[in-house]
């Protein structure tokens, strides 16, 4: 139970990757900025044997708004080209069309993506200025 927070739902802009979930390939969305993991009920319903558990737990959009899964699901994915990992992972469906999303924790555990803290260079700013004015002819 309780409430997650999500960002964009339908968006074709961003970072995209294709995964593997039970036997069909999918194109997810990565959404660093989001606490859950989603999918339609369209996929849902190609997903072999997959079963719907019933859940609680709120999912708030980026404006805010507040919407609710029908389910939660458990399935097996695979990232294809990145590293070929493969995981089991939870997903909150949802009962409308809406761009498949892997949300941080996901992209993490996939090694998609990862914090910075800090870049170390031997580059001071004006010799990297310097270069792109050579470059692009600034």
Known sequence: AGELQISAMNS??????LVKICDKTV??????????NIIPKSLYNKLNHASLRPT????????NTT???IGKTTVNC???KENGKQQDLDFYVMNFNCTPLL???????FA???????IDSQYTLEAVLCGVSR???I
């Open 12 to 17: 074709e802009k961003g970072w995209f990757s």
């Open 27 to 36: 194109k997810f969305k990565l959404d660093t900025g989001a606490e859950a």
């Open 56 to 63: 609680t737990t709120k999912l708030t959009r980026f404006s």
């Open 67 to 69: 919407i609710m899964p």
């Open 78 to 80: 695979q990232l294809l």
């Open 103 to 109: 949300g941080l924790k996901a992209c993490q555990s």
């Open 112 to 118: 998609l993506v990862s914090k910075v803290e800090s």
């Open 135 to 137: 470059t692009w002819k």
